[in-house]
């Protein structure tokens, strides 16, 4: 079964744009992969589509075989999703945050709160955790959406740009820690439009433009073509 799996995913928006061109994509279990393509390409509108955020006009999308359409349970189950927006309650607790996403996971209270401690600490939030989430900084917020997406351990996760407008530090600590995520046999698929970004992560590239996948190759033989 393939990680994720994308076929024929046409969208065209309410005014009448047609942001995805019935798009093919396959993830296989245990890839680093990356999305890339300039802004206004279509990256966000698939994986708005594949986390269940953004209703597809025709085609299919599948994560770990469930259909996001007909399965959007299940298939959320196995699903992390970092958003590029903040889009958490400002005003909560960060380890509330956290340990109300594991709820609705339905993860039982004892290990809603160690699994919550575990990745707190792992990011480097354990000290900000009785804080209400408008008092970090941007990069800590930025580190709290993952940890909410990682609480129910799903065998994918998916970043939307993840490090647009982040410095070169935190940049390289997060590129660290999805490094070793994926080591641990986490799938990783992630939005960017920096080649940079790729090449130094990614396993497999797929380019998107205009709505169409334009190439999609391993990294080795896509710098191999530049
Ligand atoms: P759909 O129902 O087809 O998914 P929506 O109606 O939810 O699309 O779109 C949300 C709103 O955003 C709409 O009012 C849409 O017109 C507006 N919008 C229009 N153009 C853009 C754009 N380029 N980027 C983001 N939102 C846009
Ligand atoms: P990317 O993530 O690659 O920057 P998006 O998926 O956000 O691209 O957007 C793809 C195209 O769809 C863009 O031209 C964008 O303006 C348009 N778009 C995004 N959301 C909407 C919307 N709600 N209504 C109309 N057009 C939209």
Redesign the pocket.
């Known amino acids: 079964t393939p990680a994720l799996q994308v076929s024929a995913l046409r ?5 009448g ?1 047609e942001a995805l061109k019935a798009i093919d994509l396959r993830v296989e279990q245990g890839d680093f992969f990356a999305l890339l393509g300039p802004n206004g390409a279509g990256k966000s509108t698939t994986l708005g589509i594949v986390s269940g955020l ?2 597809k006009t025709s085609g299919s999308a599948e994560i770990m075989g469930f259909d996001v359409n007909n399965d959007l349970f299940e298939a959320r189950r196995r699903l992390g999703v970092v958003p590029q927006e903040f889009n958490f309650n400002q005003f909560e607790k960060v380890e509330d945050i956290v340990i109300t996403q594991a709820g609705y996971f339905g993860l039982r209270s004892r290990e809603a709160t160690s699994r919550t401690k575990e990745l707190l600490q792992a990011l480097d939030l354990w000290d900000k955790r009785d804080q209400p989430a408008r008092m970090l900084s941007g990069g800590m917020k930025r580190r709290l959406m993952i940890a909410r997406a990682l609480v129910h351990r799903p065998d994918v996760l998916i970043l939307d740009e993840p490090t647009a407008g982040v410095d070169i530090e935190l940049r390289r600590s997060m590129w660290r820690f999805m490094q070793q995520l994926n080591g641990e046999g986490v799938t990783i698929v992630l939005t960017t439009h920096y080649l940079e970004e790729a090449e130094q992560l990614c396993r497999n590239i797929a380019i998107i433009n205009h709505g169409q996948i334009v190439q999609s190759t391993s990294t080795r033989e896509l710098l191999s073509t530049l």
């Open positions: 969208k065209v928006y309410a005014n744009f953004v209703q």
